[in-house]
């Protein structure tokens, strides 16, 4: 079993940044890719950002490029995210999610999650 938990989630005004952190224990060795979903309300789930444990090409949603970075830091088993010029749309729960393959954009492919950090954004 993996276990993540999440944290850095607040509330900030438009244009402003934040850094979701996400650190990983338990079977970490078995993690082969993880990433950043959300959930804005009333909405589904998302797919955010994503990046391989040994650290290859990261890919972003549409929405995510140019404005947030992800990065990891094995030494710490951490991943996280920066988020600049932020935008209310981006209000949501944040969520880390670890696959043992490929992962991709489905969130469905990720086998555990954290318990989510809500960004709230306010224009």
């Known amino acids: 079993q993996v276990r993540l938990v999440e944290s850095g989630g607040g509330l900030v005004q438009a244009g402003g940044s934040l850094r979701l952190s996400c650190v990983a224990s338990?079977?970490?060795?078995?993690?082969?890719?993880m990433g950043w979903f959300r959930r804005a309300p009333g909405k589904e789930r998302e797919f955010v950002s994503s990046?391989?444990?040994?650290?290859?090409?990261?890919y972003y949603a549409d929405s995510a490029k140019g404005r947030f970075t992800i990065s990891r830091d094995n030494g710490k088993n951490t991943m996280y995210l920066q988020m600049n010029s932020l935008k209310p749309e981006d209000t949501a729960v944040y969520y880390c999610?670890?696959?043992?393959?490929?992962?991709?954009?489905?969130?469905?492919?990720?086998?555990?999650w954290g318990q989510g950090t809500q960004v709230t954004v306010s224009s």
């Open positions: 999610a670890a696959d043992r393959a490929g992962g991709g954009t489905d969130p469905y492919r990720y086998d555990y």
């Open positions: 338990g079977r970490t060795f078995s993690i082969y890719t």
């Open positions: 990046i391989t444990w040994s650290g290859g090409t990261p």
